[in-house]
């Protein structure tokens, strides 16, 4: 089964509102990802976050993560119509080590109206 | 720096045709994922290969489907008399250091089975 699970799967919001999407997961992980796909592109990487860590920025990107309650969240700040995408979650397990596959949830559909 | 090149983009094969969809990981990269996506669905993991060995290949279905990374050249995902279940996009990533930092991705190759 999918390791992390995104909510809400698709979230509507105007231009220059936040957006903040979440994650769950089930295991012990060694650190969770968050990716972003555009229509028809491959994904790419936005920030990784560790499980020793609690809090990560990158530019407008702040994501948490809270390991007591197995979750996750992103929040874009001050959204543009581009960052209109898909953002998924991923996971890379704790005990198999750095030979892990990252395991991704189904994704949340992010629109942002101009 | 090249990024992770996969091709073709687009393959059409009719059913009972064999798939070759290739993918050369960045430069220095020695680890690649294969995963699988249809529409409105997240990525399924199906491989991780290092150089010349496979790590995991737990999602990878029994029958018809095989991968490889060898020694020289790009990473093989290779699909046997193929059937109409098989259309989707195929992605491939690759990583320095396996799960422990950032995949990059190509931008799919989509299979189309007629």
């Known amino acids: 089964s999918q390791q992390g699970e995104e909510d809400p799967q698709a979230l509507s919001i105007q231009e220059g509102e936040n957006a903040t999407m979440n994650c769950s997961y089930k295991t012990s992980i060694n650190n969770l990802q968050w990716y972003r796909q555009n229509s028809g592109r491959g994904l790419v990487h936005l920030i990784l976050?560790?499980?020793?860590?609690r809090e990560k920025h990158s530019g407008r990107l702040r994501v948490t993560l809270d390991t007591s309650k197995k979750s996750s969240s992103l929040l874009i700040t001050a959204s543009r119509a581009a960052d209109t995408a898909s953002y998924f979650c991923a996971t890379a397990f704790l005990n198999t080590g750095a030979n892990s596959k990252l395991t991704f949830g189904k994704g949340i559909t992010l629109s942002v109206r101009p | 720096n090249a990024g992770v090149m996969q091709n073709p983009r687009h393959l059409v094969r009719r059913r009972g045709q064999e798939a070759r969809l290739r993918c050369s990981p960045m430069?220095?990269?020695?680890?690649v994922y294969w995963y699988r996506q249809l529409p409105e669905e997240g990525l399924k993991f199906m491989v991780y290969l290092q150089k010349e060995n496979i790590i995991d290949e737990s999602g990878m279905p029994k029958e018809r489907f095989s991968a490889e990374f060898p020694k020289e050249g790009p990473s093989i995902l290779r699909i046997q008399q193929v059937v109409r279940g098989d259309s989707a996009a195929y992605f491939c990533?690759?990583?320095?250091?396996?799960?422990?930092?950032?995949?990059?991705f190509g931008n799919g190759t989509r299979l189309t089975v007629t």
């Open positions: 430069k220095g990269h020695s680890h």
């Open positions: 976050i560790r499980s020793n860590e």
């Open positions: 990533a690759s990583s320095p250091s396996g799960s422990y930092s950032p995949l990059h």
